[in-house]
């Protein structure tokens, strides 16, 4: 008997195949910051989240596109709220108690990813929520409401083809300053109850038909973490304590099928041989000076010897 309905994940042609010499740059949903986290453990060349964790496509796209059009912050983009400096762009990670020391943090990742898109060979784009909050004092479309009074904002739903002819225009520009990049697409498997239970149905509706439309019209991938997570584990065994997010083991199960997917045989083995490196490396002994310890470091240096020829840095 069969108690589960498992999702069958088909290798991509080659030339959409990922290896080490290849730059990512992933943006979106916290599932990206998963993902990116576990290609930087993996030994890839990869950028997660230069804003911080976004959630809704014309935040998206809106970051992109400053990338694109070499648009550094400014001072008179930060405001004030509860003791602490912060950006409209950007998630509460980036916000600081000195002005100074937030523009510049924000700046810094900025110029960083700025390269790194323009240099990039993939771009992955997780999309969360199809909700949006406008400031109402001028319709700016935010990131993050950094718990301003909901007063101050209209929330409102993206349509699909709003979505559709949003992120057209983004891979438009993005295309002319980089014409190579590859783009895959994604929704985040996180559940945004407080959206409510039927409105987030809509909302992921919503970006999944967007995907599927421009899937359809571009050279364009789709890569299924929001039904791996929701018809295939489908369980809340694989969610953490808040029963939104995936659990630990619902991560490492998309990250294996993120692989199958992407990689062939050879990138599968060094990504491995990489990860059991890194872990290796942090393993802490009872008796760090023993005889066994220091060979154990010497075999271990000797691997990533041979590992930073392939251009990989432990």
């Known amino acids: 008997m069969n108690f589960r309905t498992k999702i069958k994940i088909d290798k991509l042609p ?17 599932f990206s910051d998963n993902v990116g986290e576990r290609l930087k453990n993996a030994g890839f060349s990869a950028i997660s989240n230069p804003f911080g ?68 060979d993939f771009l992955f784009l997780t999309l969360g929520t199809a909700w949006v909050f406008k400031r109402k004092e001028n319709g700016e479309i935010v990131s993050n409401c950094h718990k301003i009074p909901a007063k101050e904002f209209l929330r409102e739903k993206l349509s699909v083809d709003t979505v559709v002819k949003r992120l057209e225009e983004t891979i438009l520009l993005l295309k002319q300053k980089n014409p190579m990049i590859r783009i895959v697409l994604s929704v985040s498997p996180i559940r945004h109850l407080g959206d409510g ?71 599968q083995q060094l990504s491995f041989r990489v990860e059991k490196l890194k872990k290796s490396f942090a393993h802490r002994p009872f ?17 990533r010897k041979i590992l930073e020829k392939q251009g990989i840095v432990i």
């Open 14 to 30: 080659n030339d959409w195949l990922i290896n080490h010499k290849k730059q990512l740059f992933l943006m979106g949903s916290c």
């Open 53 to 120: 964790t976004l959630y809704n496509p014309f935040s998206i796209c809106q970051n992109i596109e400053r990338l694109l059009q070499d648009c550094p912050f400014e001072e008179n983009d930060l405001f004030f709220q509860n003791g602490l400096w912060h950006s409209f762009s950007h998630h509460s990670s980036f916000s600081c108690i000195d002005k100074k020391e937030c523009l510049k943090n924000i700046n810094k990742h900025f110029l960083s990813a700025q390269e790194g898109l323009l240099n990039a």
């Open 197 to 267: 239970f039927h409105e987030n149905q809509l909302s992921k509706s919503t970006l999944l038909l967007a995907i599927d439309e421009l899937c359809k019209q571009q050279n364009i991938k789709y890569f299924p973490s929001y039904e791996i997570v929701l018809d295939d584990l489908r369980d809340y065994r694989f969610f953490a304590d808040d029963m939104a997010h995936p659990s630990p083991l619902a991560v490492d199960y998309i990250w294996e099928k993120f692989g199958e997917m992407f990689f062939d045989e050879s990138t």
């Open 287 to 303: 008796n760090p000076n023993s005889e066994e310890y220091q060979k154990f470091l010497l075999s271990l240096e000797k691997e």
